[in-house]
């Protein structure tokens, strides 16, 4: 059963730095399907980062591209995301999710197994 459990959310002041991690429990899926959503209040969900299906690529959305990084540790079964130069229209909840199939990670709608979420809030 996949179980996804983010991390690492909280409050920042723009200009600074948080990471988020993932991690399955269960241990079923591998990190390289696994990739970053993003909801905030009033605009739909928007992919931030993830993973080709071989693992050998990584995708950041055009709106975060140079602040913030995805990356694994397969021992551990985790994934981060590496937030720099935060600002305030960052803030959302950000989830961790997990596809199925081979599908573009670019794309929130692939995504079938989701976790909680964590909150991130940038003030300005």
């Known amino acids: 059963q996949v179980q996804l459990v983010e991390s690492g959310g909280g409050m920042v002041q723009a200009g600074g730095s948080l990471r988020l991690s993932c991690v399955d429990s269960g241990r079923t899926v591998s990190t390289d399907n696994i990739g970053w959503v993003r909801h905030a209040p009033g605009k739909e969900r928007e992919f931030v980062a993830g993973?080709?299906?071989?693992?050998?690529?990584?995708y950041h959305a055009d709106s975060v591209k140079s602040r913030f990084t995805i990356s694994r540790d397969n021992a551990k079964n985790m994934v981060y995301l590496q937030m720099n130069s935060l600002k305030p229209e960052d803030t959302a909840v950000y989830y961790c999710?997990?596809?199925?199939?081979?599908?573009?990670?670019?794309?929130?709608?692939?995504?079938?197994?989701w976790g909680q979420g964590t909150q991130v809030t940038v003030s300005s």
């Open positions: 999710a997990a596809r199925k199939l081979r599908l573009t990670p670019k794309d929130e709608g692939n995504y079938d197994y």
């Open positions: 993973f080709s299906w071989s693992g050998s690529s990584l």
